[in-house]
């Protein structure tokens, strides 16, 4: 297939690229800059001028594909609602750009169900409308199945972890270092789920090849980790103590993420396994980060 990605160039495209290429699959991808166009082309796809904020560029590129994975998203927390808007108006453009050609829309989302109950593949996400999280993208997207697109929610674990990664797990490095302290948020207790990079990866294209239409992906490796047991492996890798804050502490010691990482979020990615026959097979969070993968220098590869 001949397949346009936006955030090729990002952490997670990164790796889907070369996935999809050694699978036989032809990449157009959106480069917002010379330095992502750059990435893109030594990936050994094709560059793809434009940016989320152009609508034309989104359109052209969808046009020219047999099938869309949007990846790219705004990450400024500090705009989040602004983010949500764009993310709604470029699923806007793809859907109807595919619409009555029964090509697919793969677009990542997240994992969102209730604190501590486990959220699976047979939940629907809890946000809709404009002003949602996300601009309620998900299930917007939905809506294109009755216009004749295959839409595909990849809902990724809130850490896609490995090393180079510059996510949440990395902002928590980060906050730990400068604080001195690699906390977490009362009994340490609330939990994330996560994935390896090259194992998300690999489900991204399963999905693209197999996936049917509403059809929702758990890009999950492990159910929940403690929030305890994450800091205390930060600490150990960074060298640095470990120890609880107080909840009402968590927002001015870790600022936007203190609310996230306090989150009780447990995903199953059992029936995603099923279905796709999907393994994963990389490290578990706590392997990379003992292993350097949020350490300054990483120390291994
Ligand atoms: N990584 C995770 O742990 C994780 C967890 C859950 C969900 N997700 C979701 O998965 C998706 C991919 O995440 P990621 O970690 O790969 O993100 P990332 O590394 O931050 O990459 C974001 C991508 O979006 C592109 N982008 C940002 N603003 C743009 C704009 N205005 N115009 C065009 N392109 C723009 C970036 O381009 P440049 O290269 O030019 O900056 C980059 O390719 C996102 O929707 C994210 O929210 C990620």
Known sequence: MRVFVTGASGWIGSAVVPELIEAGHEVIGLARSGASAERIRAAGAQPHPGSLDDLESIRSGAAAADAVIHLGFKHDFDRFAESGRT????????????????????????????????????????????????????????EYADRGVRPVALRFSPTVHGMGDHGFTAQLA???????????????????????????????????????????????????????????????????????????????????????????????????????????????????IAAGAYSPVPVAG
């Open 87 to 142: 993310e709604r108006a470029v699923v806007q453009a793809i859907g109807d750009e595919l619409a009555g050609s029964g090509r697919a829309l793969l677009f990542a989302s997240g994992l969102a169900g209730s604190p501590g109950v486990l959220f699976t593949e047979n939940d629907p996400s809890p946000f809709s409308g404009p002003d949602a999280p996300r601009g309620g993208g998900e299930n917007f997207a939905f």
């Open 174 to 288: 980060r906050i730990a270092r400068e604080r001195g302290v690699a906390a977490w948020i009362g009994d340490g207790s609330s939990r994330w789920p996560a994935v390896h990079r090259s194992d998300a990866a690999r489900l991204v294209r399963l999905a693209l090849e197999q996936a049917p239409a509403r059809g929702i992906v758990h890009a999950v490796g492990e159910e929940g980790i403690p929030s305890r047991a994450i800091a205390e492996a930060l600490g150990a890798a960074l060298e640095l103590p470990s120890a609880s804050i107080a909840p009402e502490d968590a927002e001015s010691h870790f600022g936007w993420i203190g609310a996230f990482f306090g989150m009780d979020i447990v995903a199953s990615g059992a029936l995603t396994r099923e279905r796709f026959g999907w393994t994963p097979t990389g490290p578990t969070l706590l392997e990379d």
